[in-house]
């Protein structure tokens, strides 16, 4: 049956965030996912239909890798919908080789945090219009590895796959924290999360490359994408976490996220850069 609520994610169209869509979609809330296609809009939306009997999905076409099309798919969205419930953040990127967006921005940056960071400031007047409402950001417990080097932030004097991807999750683990303390009082909330270890197609992309008996011992430890998207679906639904902001999430408990987190000073200065990157 339907509900009122508005659900928007990003990167419903495969992995963990396909299956947080389905989940979502079995709550009845109108589901609105980005796909990079038409066709693959298409394929996602009677896929959901099928398996949930959800009518209300829809997709908004956005390549995450283009400053322009994130705006414009804010744009479609406000003009589309007079309301929105939960924003979620999930698509991601983990390229093996230095890789740049449209707009020359290194991709791990681009799309892991400079993304979400101008879609949510855009959906912010309307998430705040229609409070309680919750922002849910997928990072990953790689970003305690993560350190935000200010001197060279776009991997340009030297590039290496984890490093890069682990700065772009702390990233959005800092901006979540500086958020929730922007948004203190407002009624929006907002949390980051690991999913897990997802046997998804970023995964499986890195699985190729490994050795053959280290694939075979990393694939066992591996967990299903519908497993994976069960925090995100924790954080965006459950009455358990309303009013609960600024926290890190894994297993869908607040768990200890890396100490870099909880410097706003690094927070606020990330915070001015992705404003001037972003053209804010
Ligand atoms: N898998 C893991 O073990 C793991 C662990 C920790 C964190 N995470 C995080 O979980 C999130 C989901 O990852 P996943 O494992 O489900 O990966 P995935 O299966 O590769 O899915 C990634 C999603 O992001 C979308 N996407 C990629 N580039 C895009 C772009 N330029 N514009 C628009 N959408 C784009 C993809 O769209 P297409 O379908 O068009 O490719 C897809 O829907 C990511 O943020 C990832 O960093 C994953």
């Known amino acids: 049956m339907q509900n009122e609520k508005i659900i928007f994610i990003t990167g419903g169209t495969s992995g963990i965030?396909?299956?947080?869509?389905?989940?979502l979609a079995l709550t009845g809330a109108t589901v609105v996912f980005t796909a990079r296609s038409n066709e693959k809009g298409e394929e996602?939306?009677?896929?959901?239909?099928?398996?949930?009997?959800?009518?209300?999905?829809?997709y908004l076409v956005c390549d995450l890798a283009s400053l322009a099309s994130v705006r414009?798919?804010?744009e479609e969205f406000k003009n589309r919908?007079?309301?929105?419930?939960?924003?979620?953040?999930?698509?991601?990127?983990?390229?093996?080789?230095?890789?740049?967006?449209?707009d020359g921005i290194e991709l791990n940056l681009?799309?892991?945090?400079?993304?979400?960071?101008?879609?949510?400031?855009?959906?912010l007047p309307l998430l705040r219009q229609s409070a309680p409402s919750r922002i849910v950001n997928v990072s990953s417990s790689m970003h305690k590895e993560g350190e935000i080097n200010f001197n060279d932030l776009e991997s340009k004097k030297g590039f290496d796959m984890y490093k890069a991807y682990a700065q772009s999750k702390l990233a959005i683990v800092l901006f979540t924290k500086k958020l929730a303390k922007?948004?203190?009082?407002?009624?929006?909330?907002?949390?980051?999360?690991?999913p897990g270890v997802v046997g998804t197609e970023m995964t499986m992309r890195n699985v190729r490359a490994m050795n053959p008996i280290l694939a075979l011992l990393f694939k066992r430890m591996l967990i299903t994408p519908a497993q994976g998207a069960e925090t995100s679906v924790?954080?965006?639904?459950s009455p358990e976490v309303a009013g609960i902001s600024g926290e890190y999430f894994d297993k869908k408990k607040i768990v200890p996220a890396s100490p870099r987190v909880y410097d706003m000073d690094v927070a606020e200065k990330l915070e001015n850069i992705a404003k001037t990157k972003v053209l804010l």
Not at 17 to 23: C, D, F, I, Q
Not at 234 to 237: C, D, E, N, P, R
């Open 17 to 23: 965030g396909k299956e947080t869509l389905k989940s």
């Open 44 to 58: 996602v939306k009677r896929e959901i239909l099928r398996e949930t009997g959800n009518e209300h999905s829809a």
């Open 72 to 74: 414009a798919c804010a």
């Open 81 to 102: 919908y007079p309301r929105l419930d939960v924003l979620i953040n999930n698509a991601g990127v983990m390229p093996q080789e230095r890789q740049e967006s449209k």
């Open 110 to 123: 681009a799309i892991n945090f400079l993304a979400p960071f101008l879609l949510t400031t855009l959906l």
């Open 182 to 194: 922007d948004l203190k009082g407002s009624g929006v909330t907002v949390n980051a999360l690991h």
């Open 234 to 237: 924790y954080l965006a639904t």
